[in-house]
């Protein structure tokens, strides 16, 4: 939902007194504002953050001292009102994500929304079309698109350095069923488990990396955890041609985090989240390159957002691209949680695949 000709988003003169910058508001000031995302709004050339909300009143006070953020708020409607605010970041949990998306679309502003988009591709739909009928931007935090670690990988492909893709093996384990994931596997709040929060950065890059991914079948089940969400999925897929598998296992003793990108003349493996270095292998010939995050991981999307909207660049993580992740997820839930387009998660006692 980029807009296509890098023509400024045209901001409601009543409330664009700066010319060249975009003026944020987040909505969920928590955890991930903190370094991750927060800051770059401040950092990012062309942005400003003006206002912040949580419900909690002291924490979000104590969010816009500790920021220098100029206003607060704990209510957000309050924060989508404020004629200052050109643009809204929706830092929440997934399950108020569509809710808060579409005010901010009745408000005519763009919206930059925390991955996954929503809880069901349902959700997304919905969000899309409201901003697509006021022709507004709706972006999502997939972060990892602009990474330069991941660049190099999509720079390493575009060059032809392993050929033709031929082939996709993405698989992760964790132990993380012995720890406690608050929100993320709260279906009600999440979706579903760790796999919409953490397999949904894996699915996006590949399709940012090799293209679409289609012909997508799963499963998912509970093997080894207390909590009603899957902590296993098990993936089937084609993009790009090329034919795919990935596998999670959050219910592991051991942790593994690697991706295989096979050619006809070489490979390429990464992680997703591990700091372990990119690796390029043609016949003998071994290239090992450590490529360091940036201190605020999100800063260099929320610097493409801006530019987007301010007509410089276009951003490479819509709702269009992450409506795409959210559908490759539901087909491979249903079996566990069955139809996904309506409210599964009201209904535990009918999931197919839920342990009796």
Same mark, same amino acid.
């Given at each position: 939902?980029?807009?296509?000709?890098?023509?400024?988003?045209?901001?409601?003169?009543?409330?664009?007194?700066?010319?060249?910058?975009?003026?944020?508001?987040?909505?969920?000031?928590?955890?991930?504002?903190?370094?991750?995302?927060? +800051?770059?709004?401040?950092?990012?050339?062309?942005?400003?953050?003006?206002?912040?909300?949580?419900?909690?009143?002291?924490?979000?006070?104590?969010?816009?001292?500790?920021?220098?953020?100029?206003?607060?708020?704990? %209510?957000?409607?309050?924060?989508?009102?404020?004629?200052?605010?050109?643009?809204?970041?929706?830092?929440?949990?997934?399950?108020?994500?569509?809710?808060?998306?579409?005010?901010?679309?009745?408000?005519?502003? $763009?919206?930059?929304?925390?991955?996954?988009?929503?809880?069901?591709?349902?959700?997304?739909?919905?969000?899309?079309?409201?901003?697509?009928?006021?022709?507004?931007?709706?972006?999502?935090?997939?972060?990892?698109? &602009?990474? $330069?670690?991941?660049?190099?990988?999509?720079?390493?492909?575009?060059?032809?350095?392993? /050929?033709?893709?031929?082939?996709?093996?993405?698989?992760?384990?964790? $132990?993380?069923?012995?720890?406690?994931?608050?929100?993320?596997?709260?279906?009600? &709040?999440?979706?579903?488990?760790?796999?919409?929060?953490?397999?949904?950065?894996?699915?996006?890059?590949?399709?940012?990396?090799?293209?679409?991914?289609?012909?997508?079948?799963?499963?998912?089940?509970?093997?080894?955890?207390?909590?009603?969400?899957?902590?296993?999925?098990?993936?089937?897929?084609?993009?790009?041609?090329?034919? /795919?598998?990935?596998?999670?296992?959050?219910?592991?003793?051991?942790? %593994?985090?690697?991706?295989?990108?096979?050619?006809?003349?070489?490979?390429?493996?990464?992680?997703?989240?591990?700091? %372990? +270095?990119?690796?390029?292998?043609?016949?003998?010939?071994?290239?090992?390159?450590?490529?360091?995050? $940036?201190?605020?991981?999100?800063?260099?999307?929320?610097?493409?957002?801006?530019?987007?909207?301010? /007509?410089?660049?276009?951003?490479?993580?819509?709702?269009?691209?992450?409506?795409?992740?959210?559908?490759?997820?539901?087909?491979?839930?249903?079996?566990?949680?069955?139809?996904?387009?309506?409210?599964?998660?009201? &209904?535990?006692?009918?999931?197919? /695949?839920?342990?009796?």
């Amino acid at each position: 939902m980029s807009l296509p000709l890098l023509q400024p988003f045209p901001f409601h003169a009543s409330s664009q007194r700066e010319p060249g910058v975009v003026r944020w508001g987040i909505i969920g000031c928590g955890d991930v504002t903190e370094v991750k995302s927060g +800051p770059g709004f401040r950092l990012a050339a062309g942005s400003r953050l003006v206002a912040v909300m949580r419900r909690n009143a002291a924490l979000a006070a104590d969010y816009a001292r500790r920021h220098g953020v100029p206003r607060w708020y704990d %209510r957000a409607e309050a924060l989508i009102a404020d004629p200052e605010v050109d643009a809204v970041y929706i830092a929440t949990p997934p399950d108020s994500h569509e809710t808060y998306a579409l005010q901010v679309a009745a408000a005519g502003k $763009p919206a930059y929304v925390e991955k996954p988009m929503a809880r069901s591709t349902a959700e997304c739909e919905r969000m899309i079309a409201a901003f697509t009928e006021r022709a507004l931007p709706l972006y999502v935090a997939y972060y990892r698109r &602009a990474l $330069p670690r991941f660049l190099q990988v999509k720079r390493w492909l575009e060059d032809g350095a392993i /050929g033709k893709v031929t082939g996709i093996d993405y698989h992760h384990a964790s $132990p993380a069923h012995r720890l406690e994931a608050g929100w993320r596997t709260d279906v009600r &709040a999440a979706g579903g488990g760790l796999f919409l929060d953490l397999g949904s950065h894996a699915l996006d890059l590949i399709d940012f990396l090799i293209g679409p991914l289609s012909d997508v079948s799963g499963r998912a089940a509970n093997v080894g955890s207390a909590q009603d969400a899957e902590d296993s999925v098990i993936l089937h897929f084609t993009a790009g041609g090329a034919g /795919g598998v990935a596998s999670w296992n959050f219910a592991s003793d051991a942790a %593994r985090d690697l991706c295989r990108l096979s050619g006809t003349e070489g490979c390429i493996e990464y992680s997703v989240f591990d700091p %372990r +270095p990119l690796r390029l292998t043609r016949r003998t010939n071994v290239t090992e390159l450590e490529i360091p995050h $940036p201190p605020h991981v999100a800063q260099p999307l929320i610097q493409s957002v801006v530019d987007d909207l301010l /007509g410089r660049a276009i951003c490479p993580s819509t709702a269009a691209s992450a409506l795409r992740t959210s559908a490759v997820m539901d087909a491979a839930l249903a079996s566990y949680y069955g139809d996904r387009r309506t409210a599964f998660w009201e &209904a535990p006692e009918t999931w197919p /695949g839920r342990r009796r």
